[in-house]
């Protein structure tokens, strides 16, 4: 049986190029399952799953949204209908990846659907909105999206060929050999930051070391939504949360953060985590120009063209000291809060433009203050990246991940 792909998208507006791709696919010995979402009138062609199967997957009536004539409202409802359609048809078997078209309405309806599919299935659309801001779009999947550059509008020279160029990609992703099977071992995360990466580097050799594999995630804000999303959907045994850094984002209105349940998932789900307070020193922006005019007078620092980051605070910091100290406290399992005393990153340190022992002893008093006797504090007269550090963190991680599957 060769592998199938499923084309979600509106073939009422669309079905000129759902047809294009399909038939693409089928040229590549690809097999095709295409669900309608349109709702503005009858599709292009007929469907495998239509616009009323997909409402009525979430109990609405497609005559009824049609009727109402709120778009708004029909795209919300069927992109929880693909969402349930999707995974239902991977669940059987029957969608080996997933390929759409459109854009604005159509992106967000076949993006729910994509978002409810494993990691590792492939999935790819072409939309007109790949080049703006698609952290909403994506979240924390591994979906792919691909500028379609003209509107997704008909057949013409351009479109054509990124269309044909989609097809060819998905049509290679399902049709290539599978991976090789390895021997599986147990998952931990780490958060990392440019400023810390010395640290989670060596660390991440150790674990790995002595039988781990270490996942390793950007605190970019979807970087920290993702760790957080693995954590809570069980793959994790461990964490090395040397980073927490998005929390000042959220805290203080920066560009990467990864929203307030940041620094949660290992607490619920009860998994060892060895905690630091890795980059707590900075707010992130993007080119100098865009920090907002109320930070002007701030310690800036111009990390590169496209990132400036600006210190936190004495009273900011005790802020997260805080934060940091209560979410861990809320932990069901066993933690463990590492303090670098020396610097909490790369420019934090004794000379470094954010070396400021005010702004650090206002975050470390509060984590002493609020730290709940569940959390084991260790404290090391040490920078973040000095290797007995992150030595400490990881030994300290290896040993309760062992206690808690003994």
Known sequence: MPPTVVLIGTLDSKGVEYAFVRDRLHEAGVATLV??????????FEPDVSAAEV???????????????DRGQAVTTMARGAEVIARQ??????????????????????????????IGVPKLIVSTMAASDT???IGESDLMLAASVVDVAGLNSISRRIFANAAAAMAGMVTAAPLPIVEERPLLAASMFGVTTPCVTQARDQLEGVGYEVLTFHMTGTGGRSMESLIDAGFIRG????????????LVGGELSAGPNRLTAAGRAGIPQAVSLGALDMVNFGPR?????QFDDRNLYVHNDQITLMRTTPAECAALGQEVAEKLSAATGPTALFIPLRGISMIATEGGPFHDPEADQALFGAVRAHLGDNVELIELELDINDPAFSAAMADWLHAEVQKATA
């Open 35 to 44: 669900v309608d979402c349109g709702t503005a009138g009858g599709p292009f």
């Open 55 to 69: 409402a009525s997957a979430v109990g609405a009536d497609l005559a009824a949204l049609t009727a109402a004539g």
């Open 89 to 118: 048809l991977h669940a059987d078997g029957r969608l080996q990846g997933l390929l759409a078209l459109g854009g604005s309405g159509g992106t967000s309806i076949a993006s729910a659907a994509a978002r409810a599919l494993p």
């Open 135 to 137: 952290r909403s779009l």
């Open 239 to 250: 964490l090395l949360d040397t980073t927490p850094t998005e929390l000042c984002d959220e």
């Open 289 to 293: 120009e865009t920090v907002p005019k």
